[in-house]
């Protein structure tokens, strides 16, 4: 067979996805003319789908030595290096295969979708409409633009454009759960949230449709719809243990504890072999010598070693969480530590922290944060003072505050908002160093827009969000007059804190001891920095063991600091009726408590490379 015979028949096996057959006809190709562009091009593309992208980038780069010009080439190299996580070098090739053909939609979505990546929203958003443009009926391009959206606060636009992408399509409604699920999964709530309607929609008999809705409107704050579905979730006799795991967990953000573990303990009865809802009750009250039998029973199915990993991981943070509550601190502390192990395999497999990498994040913010940059561009952002931000490291305490703030009925809540670690590349000009003032207000507009629609009959809406300390810079010259309270906690408290519970989030400096102290320490760092850098009243910091100590002082300190009139509900945050969907749903409908102030002494042989965080260390 001559060499146009080879390249059309690989072409013909490529097309009908025969990619062993199209790989061998290539390389008889190749063993001919080594340099033949076809044969290189189709055998790339096939390594780039389904073979090693290593070689697929060595055959792509080939293709490009003979032709410069060579979209599919470019076009292919984007995907490769996407998947092998270099974004600057598929945005790079994504951009060259635009310029070769400005019109195709696959190109521009691909360009999009690595903007996405790195949070360069304006232009992904328009790299995105471009894409729908031309392909307007493309549900995954259609799912971008609605992520991206979703990501600039603008909920709405979001949501108008799932509906669009759904009203194209035929899904029945196993398929939209399934596919709301993954959104969930890609930080695409808004989009997960109509999908699921459209699931309710065709399916109005669905428990795991009104429960799956439920839970994305309660992460939404949206608690009374959230409610009315779970009531007609209740009123049917379901036999599915999920159905109960998720409705436990639903009604324990509402706060109703007791309703929430008759759920968790329905859904065992129904599975006993599970990890999520033993953890589920021991996560919703204290143990206790009643619950001796419960604890056994799931140190036994521990012992099975059959589970699998996530549910493992939930049993072995329930087994812990128990042994801790009945005193035995090294079961617990081994059960923690298996809980751990087997996270950090789920969520990083052989991925090691990169701490120096994470240290000099921090360092770029401090350089380009200056004490004399913040003053220079003081007064550029928005004149709003609505935003409340508490801020510090995570399980410092920031739910706590929140919940005390929100009691007052001029403030709502808005729970962890990834807002401005989303989109403070609005508001600067990385390459110049400078302020982008029109990028800095047009975000705080759509920010404001945000907290209106969370909580619109609000004066003040507080964020939570704890990792927001690393960005204060950019959120205190895009709201001048927002207050900033900065919760700190006892060093070694919150490091094991981290390390004993289980983190929805890809947090990756979790689950490691030695990776947690080493965040921790640039916490400290830039904290530091911006106690330079920002105006002091600007700012409030609050010790959590002051607060759960002498509550009243240090709660009308913080109302004061808010500019609110005092009102005696803030110091009942436990009766507080708003969703928490943290994990500190248990302890938050507690009134204040002082049994969580130095914890670690109870695991002090067992603190590892904490003690490193002790005052003599």
Known sequence: MDIDNLIRAASTA?????????????????????????????????????GDPLKAIRLLDEVQGIEPDSFHAAFWQSHVYKKLGKIPEAIHSARRAVELNPQDAQALAQLGICLLEVRLLPESEERLRQATFRAPQVIPILYSLSQCLHLQGRRDEASDVIRRALSGSQHNADSLLKLAQFLLSQNNPTAAQEVARRALQLQPSSDVAKLLLARLLLEDSQSAEAEDLLKQAMARQSKDHQVYGMMGTAIQALGRIDEAIRCFQQSIALEPNQGYAYFAIANSKKMGEEDRGLVEQMQKLASKSNLPPKQASFLQYGIAKSLEDLSDFAGSIAAYDEANRIEYELKFKDGVFDDEAYSDRFDRTIRQFSTSFVKRNAGAGSASSMPIFVVGMMRSGTTLIEQVLSSHPEVGAAGEQTFWGDNWRSGLNEMKGELNVDGLNEAANRYVALLQSIAPSKSHVVDKMPINYAGLGIIHLAFPNAKIIHVMRDPVDTCFSIYATPNRALTEFAHNRRNIVSAYGEYLKIMKHWRKALPPESMLEIQYENLVSNSEPETRKLVEFCGLEWNDACLRPHENKRAVITPSVWQVRQPFYKSSIQRWRKFEAYLGEFKDLLPDA
């Open 14 to 50: 490529h097309a009908s996805n025969q990619f062993g057959e199209a790989s061998r006809l290539c390389s008889q190709v190749l063993a001919i003319e080594p340099y033949n562009v076809q044969a290189l091009m189709i055998a790339g593309v096939i390594e780039a789908k389904v």
